[in-house]
C-alpha cells in the first residue's frame, strides 16, 4: 500500500477519535452559533453564525482557501455541513462527498457505482450515538445511510443501507415520480423527509413521512390530503381525493425546521395537484399550503395556518420557515416565521400558532373556467409589507426602460390581467412575484435572538394561461399524442421550448443525446422536470421514436388514458423584452432586512448585476437569485445566488456592500460558516448550468491569509 492511500486511513482513524465526542448537530446548545452540522447553520434554519474572525474591516482580504473539483459538473444546489473537520456535500450527479475541511481533500466518495437519475440536492443530514455516526441523503426515491467516516453504506439500515421512501406511502405510489432534494430534519432517532412529486395529473399524495435512522422503519405518518375521519377531510368535495388517481401532492419539498426545546416540527407545504386547474379537487384543500406544526415524536398536529385556499397559482410555500425570537410589549416571544413565493412574511407564535401581525381575509377575484370554483378569499398580513412589487401595483410606466420592443411589450401588459389572485384563465394573466416566486427554496437569513430576518427576493414576470384541452385525432402517431399529454406544457407544441424560462428545444435531440439517456430522463426528471415512471412502456417507446423522428406504426388507439382535465397549462413563460431581460423596469433582484419586532423595513437594495448593461455605464439593476444568505452575529451577510456569478459580502446593519468575488461558475446554493484548527471558512458550492450559465464543478472555500 503506497503512502498516499494510508493518508486518508489515517485521517479518518484521527478524525474518528475527534468525532467520539460529538453529539446529533440537530441537539446543540440554543444559543450556541459556531457550527454548521445541519442543512442552513442548524434545526431552526436561520443561516447564522457567531464566528468573528471575518469582520467588516477585514472582510475584503478574503482569498479562496482551498478549492475541490468534482467528478462531475452541473448545478449544485447544496448547502454543505461540518462536522469537527469533515465537510459533507453532494455534486451535481448525486454523489455525497466528505473533504477535508481545512484543505478540501477528498476523504471518501459514495454513488460512483450507481445508476444516477439526474436531479438536484441540496446536502445531507447527519446523526450519531455513540460510535454510530451516520451521513443521510437522498438518490431517486431511496434514502441512504452512509458510514460518516468511510462513506460506506450502513448495511443494518433498510435492505443493504437504503430504503425507498415510498414505503411511507399507499401502494399507488410505487410507480410515481418520488424523490428528495433537500436533507431530512433530525429529531433524536427519527428522520423526518421532504419529498418532491409530479406537479399534474397523477401524481402521487404528499405524505408526511418519518422513519426510523437507525432501522430505516416507518415512524409516523401524516396525511396532507385527510383520509375518512381526519381533520381536513372535509375541506376537498371529492371525498376520494385521498386515493385519487388524479389528484395528489401537498407535499413538503422545502424542508422543515425543529425547536429542539419543546419537539415540535414545522413543516410548509407546497400546492395540490393537478397545479393550475383545481375543478376535480374543490374545496379549500387542507393541508396543501400550510405551515403544520407537528410533534416531531409522533406526527400528531398541534397547529396549522393555510396560506392559500384550492392554489391554482402553484403558490408552494418555498422553504423552511425561520425560528426566532421576536419582542412585544417589552416581552420575548418565541416565533416562527415564514417567507412566500407572493413576498409575504407571516409571523406566529410558536407555540400556539397566534398570527402576531393581523391577517385579513381579503375578496379576490373568481375563476372563468367550466368546473373551477376558487376561494372567495385569500388571507394577507397587515405587516410587513411585501418585499416584492405585486402586478396589481404596476402600469405601463413600469416596462423596462431597457427593452427595444417597448410598445410590443405594453400592448401585451394592457392585455393581461393584472389582479392580485388573477386565477388563470383562457386569457393571459401577469403574474409577479412569478411562478418562482419572490422568496425561492434558498432560505432566509435571521439574527434569531434580534427577531430580523434577511431575505433575496426575485422580481421575475410570468405571463400563465390556460387552453382548452386538445382532442386529437385518432390517426396519428401514438408518440405525438404522448407528448402532447406530458411534454407540450414545458418544451411547447413545436417542440422549441422556452429558453429563456429554462425549458430547452427538443428539436434534433439525437445530435446531442443518445435514446437510453432520454429515455432515463423521461423515467427519473432532471433538475426543473419532473419525472414520468407511470408512462407505459409501450408509449415510452412511441414516445422516443416521435422525438428522435422516426416513423412508428402505432396510433392513439393504443394510448392507455386520456387526458382527464378540460384545461391545460398553456406553458412556463417568463415575460421578457427581445433581449431577454426582464420585461419591467428594474430592479430585478432585491435583499431586504426586516425587523419582525415591528414589521418595518431597515433596508432594501438591489442584489446583482446584467453586465451588458453595466458596461453601457446603467447602475446595477439586480438579477434571478436562487440560494440563500448567510449572516453572522458580529454585521456580515454573504450571498453568492445570483446569475452574474459574484459571492457577495454586505453590511447587515446598513445594506453596503463591502465585498465581492468573481466564482469559477455561479453558485445557485446557500454558503456555510465555520471554524477549522482555529481558522473561520466560509464555503459553498459552484455549479452553474441554471439560468444559461457556464457549468461548473467547484466546491470552494474562503478565509483570511489562507
Request: proline residues 7%; glycine residues 10%; contains cysteine.
Amino acid at each position: 500500500m503506497s503512502q498516499k492511500s494510508i493518508l486518508p486511513i489515517l485521517y479518518l482513524f484521527l478524525i474518528g477519535i475527534g468525532l467520539s465526542s460529538c453529539n446529533s448537530p440537530e441537539i446543540q446548545s440554543k444559543k450556541e452559533y459556531t457550527t454548521w452540522s445541519s442543512y442552513l447553520g442548524g434545526p431552526d434554519r436561520n443561516h447564522f453564525s457567531q464566528l468573528s474572525q471575518i469582520t467588516k474591516e477585514n472582510v475584503k482580504d478574503l482569498k479562496m482557501a482551498w478549492s475541490y473539483t468534482t467528478p462531475d459538473s452541473g448545478q449544485m444546489q447544496m448547502n454543505p455541513i461540518i462536522v469537527d473537520t469533515m465537510l459533507y456535500g453532494v455534486t451535481a450527479a448525486l454523489r455525497a462527498v466528505a473533504l477535508h475541511a481545512g484543505t478540501g481533500e477528498e476523504l471518501w466518495r459514495f454513488g460512483d457505482s450507481i445508476k444516477v437519475p439526474s436531479s438536484t440536492s441540496r446536502g445531507v443530514s447527519y446523526w450519531s450515538k455513540g460510535d454510530d455516526r451516520r451521513i443521510l441523503y437522498t438518490v431517486g426515491s431511496n434514502l441512504y445511510a452512509l458510514n460518516a467516516l468511510t462513506g460506506k453504506p450502513v448495511t443494518t439500515f433498510g435492505k443493504q443501507g437504503k430504503i425507498d421512501l415510498r414505503s411511507g406511502m399507499p401502494p399507488s405510489a410505487k410507480d410515481k415520480f418520488v424523490i428528495s432534494n433537500t436533507p431530512g430534519t433530525i429529531y433524536k432517532d427519527i428522520i423526518v423527509m421532504p419529498i418532491r412529486l409530479g406537479e399534474d395529473v397523477g401524481s402521487a399524495p404528499g405524505n408526511i413521512m418519518a422513519f426510523n435512522v437507525v432501522t430505516g422503519d416507518v415512524e409516523w405518518v401524516f396525511h396532507t390530503i385527510p383520509h375518512p375521519g381526519e381533520e381536513g377531510y372535509d375541506t376537498w368535495e371529492d371525498k376520494n381525493a385521498y386515493k385519487s388517481e388524479i389528484v395528489g401532492a401537498a407535499n413538503n419539498w422545502a424542508g422543515m425546521a425543529l425547536d429542539e426545546e419543546s419537539g415540535i416540527i414545522y413543516i410548509p407545504t407546497g400546492s395540490a395537484s393537478p397545479d393550475f386547474y383545481g375543478g376535480l379537487r374543490a374545496g379549500s384543500n387542507l393541508f396543501s399550503d400550510c405551515l403544520l406544526a407537528l410533534d416531531a415524536s409522533s406526527g400528531e398536529k398541534i397547529w396549522h395556518f393555510q396560506f392559500v385556499h384550492h392554489d391554482v397559482w402553484d403558490r408552494d410555500l418555498p422553504a423552511p420557515p425561520n425560528l426566532i425570537t421576536v419582542k412585544r410589549n417589552g416581552k420575548k416571544i418565541k416565533a416562527v416565521a415564514q417567507v412566500t413565493k407572493q413576498g409575504y412574511v407571516y409571523v406566529f407564535n410558536r407555540a400556539t400558532g397566534e398570527p402576531l401581525f393581523d391577517i385579513n381575509e381579503v375578496p379576490v377575484p373568481t375563476s372563468t373556467l367550466k368546473g373551477e370554483k376558487t376561494w372567495a378569499t385569500q388571507p394577507i398580513p397587515i405587516k410587513p409589507k411585501p418585499f416584492a412589487r405585486h402586478s396589481k401595483d404596476l402600469t405601463e410606466n413600469d416596462i423596462s426602460p431597457y427593452a427595444e420592443n417597448q410598445e410590443e411589450l405594453k400592448e401585451i401588459f394592457r392585455n393581461t390581467d393584472k389582479r392580485e389572485y388573477a386565477p388563470p384563465s383562457l386569457t393571459e394573466v401577469l403574474l409577479l412575484p412569478g411562478l418562482d416566486g419572490a422568496a425561492e427554496w434558498g432560505g432566509t437569513g435571521a439574527d434569531p435572538e434580534d427577531g430580523i430576518i434577511y431575505v433575496n427576493s426575485n422580481e421575475m414576470p410570468w405571463l400563465i394561461q390556460m387552453v382548452e384541452n386538445e382532442v386529437l385525432e385518432e390517426n396519428i402517431p401514438l408518440g405525438e399524442k404522448v407528448y402532447a399529454q406530458y411534454c407540450v406544457i414545458c418544451h411547447q407544441k413545436d417542440r422549441k421550448g422556452v429558453a429563456a424560462s429554462g425549458y430547452p428545444s427538443l428539436l434534433n435531440i439525437g445530435e446531442n443525446k443518445s435514446k437510453e439517456e432520454v429515455a432515463q430522463l423521461i423515467k427519473t426528471g432532471k433538475g426543473m422536470m419532473t419525472g414520468f415512471p407511470q408512462i407505459p412502456e409501450n408509449e415510452k417507446e412511441a414516445l422516443l421514436k416521435f422525438l428522435f423522428d422516426e416513423k412508428s406504426q402505432t396510433t392513439t388507439n393504443d394510448l392507455s388514458s386520456e387526458y382527464p382535465l378540460p384545461y391545460k397549462f398553456k406553458g412556463y413563460q417568463r415575460f421578457l423584452d427581445s433581449n431577454g431581460y426582464p420585461a419591467i423596469a428594474p430592479p430585478w433582484g432585491t435583499l431586504h432586512s426586516i425587523d419582525l419586532n415591528t414589521g418595518d423595513f431597515l433596508w432594501s437594495v438591489t442584489l446583482g448585476e446584467t453586465p451588458e448593461l453595466q458596461e453601457q455605464g446603467e447602475p446595477p439593476t439586480g438579477c434571478e437569485n436562487y440560494g440563500g444568505p448567510v449572516v453572522t452575529e458580529n454585521g456580515l451577510l454573504f450571498i453568492a445566488g445570483t446569475k452574474d456569478g459574484y459571492f457577495r459580502a454586505f453590511d447587515k446593519e446598513t445594506g453596503e456592500l463591502l465585498w465581492k468575488y468573481k466564482l469559477p461558475a455561479a453558485a445557485f446554493a446557500t454558503p456555510s460558516m465555520y471554524e477549522v484548527n482555529g481558522k473561520q471558512y466560509i464555503a459553498l458550492a459552484c455549479g452553474g448550468e441554471k439560468l444559461g450559465t457556464e457549468k461548473g464543478n467547484q466546491i470552494i472555500a474562503f478565509a483570511l491569509n489562507p
